[in-house]
């Protein structure tokens, strides 16, 4: 079975600091792995993926995660934080090589909040 | 890219009255849709999975009869939730896998807040 964790409910970091939302997966084999982002009563943004090729993927709005194989985790970065960076993350992992018609198995989520 | 259309964005209705959620594939065919529910702070929760043309997948615990869901067209999944009662509230999003050079990405409509007073 597939699943994913997010360690922490809630991520604090002053505005222009680096940020680090944390993320780790269980899948059997290798995985696809996404970032997402929501702001209050919205639907879901997409960030950043993980399909294969280089292990630190760089996405929208100056995001970065880095793939690591050995320990499972796929952390989402970003080197100076902004206020409107404010919202919600949610880690997804699907394994690779299934179709898409295969759900993603999501995280709990993180709250990011930017402090000005 | 490809955009998921979910409508309303909130509705109020009372409590045993029926209310209708529509996803549509704006720009690309949706076969298949994913239907989640998002309890407050928590993550979201797949309920179903409707593919055009057959029957819903429904997971565990999820009531068929009280969440119906129809995919009539490959563009178009509603989910019907069904003598609604407060429980129900909550925030419902759908979610369309992409196709051919996107297959590997999901798309996602803006939600649905269904408050049942």
């Known amino acids: 079975a597939q699943s994913v964790a997010q360690p922490e409910d809630q991520v604090n970091v002053a505005e222009g600091n680096p940020l680090t939302v944390k993320c780790t997966y269980s899948v059997s084999g290798n995985p696809y792995l996404f970032w997402y982002v929501q702001y209050p009563n919205r639907g879901l943004q997409f960030l950043l993926k993980y399909i294969t090729g280089d292990n630190l993927v760089k996405g929208s709005y100056g995001f970065e995660a880095e793939f690591n194989k050995s320990q499972t985790s796929f952390h989402l970065k970003k080197p100076s934080a902004l206020v409107s960076d404010s919202a919600l993350y949610f880690c997804a992992v699907r394994a690779a090589f299934t179709s898409g018609n295969t759900p993603l198995v999501f995280g709990k989520g993180t709250r990011l909040s930017v402090i000005a | 890219g490809a955009v998921v259309s979910q409508h309303p964005s909130r509705v109020i209705c009372k409590s045993g009255t029926s209310v209708k959620i529509e996803c549509r594939s704006l720009?690309?065919?949706?076969?298949?849709m994913f239907w989640y529910r998002q309890f407050p702070k928590q993550s979201l929760m797949l309920m179903a999975t409707?593919?055009?043309?057959?029957?819903?997948?429904?997971e565990q615990g999820v009531e068929k009869d009280k969440f119906l869901i129809n995919h009539a067209s490959l563009t178009l999944s509603t989910l019907t939730v069904t003598s609604a009662h407060p429980e129900d509230s909550s925030f419902y999003i759908c979610?369309?896998?992409?196709?051919?050079?996107?297959?590997?990405?999901?798309?996602f409509g803006q939600g649905t807040r269904l408050t049942v007073v």
């Open positions: 979610s369309a896998p992409g196709t051919g050079l996107i297959s590997t990405e999901a798309f």
């Open positions: 720009d690309f065919q949706a076969t298949t």
């Open positions: 409707s593919n055009e043309g057959s029957k819903a997948t429904y």
